[in-house]
């Protein structure tokens, strides 16, 4: 029998926030360097090793427009200070370094004990001096270790065996700044190679190169703020009202035209931003020459009407009625795409690649279409990786080998598959959304976002009143449409967290003022005010501060029977990728002098809950695993389960689901004995799977406490 078809779209999009200080030009934070030599590069690189194989990767413009700021030399604030004596740098300057070089991807850490060493040091050091300890910081030759190691760490693992790094990692620790300067001489070259890679894939036909408008703004916001009401009714819309749709069409004409100054050719798609979308977006696009575009599934289920919302509608490209010259939209699988974006990151990498390619060929044998089914996955091509063993390399190596190998899974790009579906099927209409839960709460409605927007209005409408416009004043508008991109948002709220938020909202009222200052216009004193007000608030403790007696009856027994220990907030654990809510909203946990504790509390319903078990993966000081199998409600047994090895009933521990989960471990019982560092990393299994981790980004850490913790702990 013929095999099932399926033609599969991968679409890898390449973003960073534009970093640099439109005062100076200097980039304020160091990622799009970085991602350059650990990401951009060797995912080009790697595709080009399987020739059969095609792809789309997107790229934002004013991303473009950074690469060739630092290739060329440019300003880059963290860099400056790497390539400085450690000697030099005041009190100040060192600890920016501290912390920003402790920002290793963990698959680094794990690989080289001196790098984990020093992160370790530096955390117990900055710890000790939240409680007053004169402990100095890292020494000068401990900090330059630390430097060149976090170089390393943010290269690609395939690019470690280059003569700088080979050089430095054989010397191990007491590194020179002769090794610190050949491994930043290392990082731009391999940051020149990136723009050339993408041509050469472009060229050859391997790659289609697609953009994203100018600065990444979401363009249904952008033609008029009050979009936002249409996906949520109940949204609260900026106090000045906000339409700009020539901005709209300058962010789309001018990144089509600075694509194909680099590139070579104007490109054919559009990822728009965050995939938002609306009928007036697409006509707009459509007008300035966009041959395909793509959003999420959920906006066209929420298209649909609700006889016809089967997933199965979202294996076709669609054409929107009354849209003008026709454009291809296509929607996203989110499934396959947060598979890779979240999960996988977890499991063996050919398992995962097994799998991927197993749940393509199950939606192959489901399609009932005269046409094979056509996948889009889409995601964030450059965050994703650090969750994963070897930065992605060895899962993308499976994936794309058993994807040359099967010949029933066509890769594809999209501009030949919207070719080929020219008398597609048609929307009578379309939502108005984003990939992200439909609509466009991530960017306006909260108190924060619409201040935001009411100074976007306000400056704008200054250069409007001013007689100026994009053609005689150009540095001036140049500020206000970086302004007008969506990461300044996405840092504002309570949505996703960053310790950079107050920096992102300054780089974004800078925009504004350098737009009035080149403009002639006296500055706004709103402007100098910032927008994140400083509250009294709880904050949730990451450490316990006293020993816990709670009673294991999956119960809040009492308000105070948690309050001495860790807790977790997880609603509050988004970065720069975002991710569906899991099943967990709260991890607290603690101990006493004989017990480790830790309690759950649960966003999803019970019944969902049957389906899952919960691994408590011990890191530190030796590996143990900790299995309670199936989170319904009553009491759950605890075994320890050896990978690989027979399941054994962990004496003494207890565990029970109700409201929460509360599960109580004699330390004996895990062989931990005072004072041994513990990690550990609590997951969901499904089938035997990870789903989620959490915390979803760190470790939770402790100290296994002595009969006297409580006499040291002090709080204020």
Known sequence: MEPHRLDLLFLWHHHQPDYREPATGRARLPWVRLHASKDYLDMAERLERFPGLRATFNFVPSLLDQLEHARQGGGDALFELLARPVPSLTPSERAEVLRRCSACPPHAQQRWPRLQELIRKAARTAASGRRGSSRPPLGDRELLDLEVY?????????????????????????????????????HGRLLSRVV??????????????????????????????RAGRRARPESVVPHE??????????????????????????????????????????????????EWMASDEGVLLASLPPERRRRE?????????????????????RELSDLIGFVYQRWEPAAAADDFVARLRRIAAAHRGERPPVASVILDGENCWEGYADDGGPFLEALYQRLSDAADIR??????????????????????????????HIWVGHPEKNRAWDLIARTRRALVGAGTTPESHPDAWESLFAAEGSDWFW????????????????????????????TGLPAAPELRVPIVQPAVRSVARSSPIGFLRP?????????????????????????????????????????????????????????ERAQL????????????????RGLERGPRAVVQAPEGGTEQPLAGAECQVGAILELGVPFAALGLVAGEAVELLALTLKGGQPVESFPSHELVRFTVPSADFEETMWSA
């Open 150 to 186: 976090f170089l390393l760490a943010w290269c690609d693992p395939l690019y470690l065996g280059e003569p700088e790094a080979a050089a430095a990692l054989a010397r191990g620790r007491d590194l020179g700044e002769a090794q610190r300067a050949a491994v930043l001489e290392l």
């Open 196 to 225: 050339p890679a993408y041509r050469r894939l472009s060229e050859r036909g391997q790659a289609e190169l697609s953009c994203t408008p100018y600065y990444h703004p979401i363009l249904p916001l952008l033609l008029d703020v």
């Open 241 to 290: 009202p906000f339409a700009a749709p020539e901005d709209a069409r300058r962010q789309i004409e001018r990144a089509r035209r600075r694509h194909a100054e680099v590139f070579g050719r104007a490109p054919r798609g559009l990822w728009p931003s965050e995939g938002g979308v609306s009928p007036e977006v697409v006509a707009l696009a459509a007008s300035c020459g966009v």
């Open 313 to 333: 509608a979202i294996y076709r490209p669609y054409r929107l009625a009354g849209a003008g010259r026709d454009v291809a939209l296509f929607f996203r699988d």
């Open 411 to 440: 890769t594809r790009t999209f501009a030949e598959v919207a070719g080929e579906w020219a008398a597609g099927p048609v929307l009578d209409r379309l939502h108005t959304g984003s990939w992200i839960d439909g609509d466009f």
């Open 491 to 518: 840092w504002l709220g309570e949505d996703h967290f960053t310790p950079d938020k107050e920096l992102f909202e300054r780089l974004f009222r800078a925009h504004l003022e350098a737009a009035l200052a080149r």
């Open 551 to 607: 009673s294991i009856d999956g119960l809040i027994t009492h308000y105070y029977e948690w309050e001495l220990g860790g807790h977790y907030h997880l609603l509050e654990a988004g970065g720069a990728m975002h991710r569906s809510a899991g099943s967990v909203k709260d991890l607290y946990y603690g101990f006493d002098a004989e017990h480790f504790y830790l309690r759950l509390d649960f966003r999803d319903a019970e019944q």
């Open 613 to 628: 078990d919960l691994l408590l993966e011990f890191l530190a000081p030796r590996a143990l695993r900790v299995l309670v």
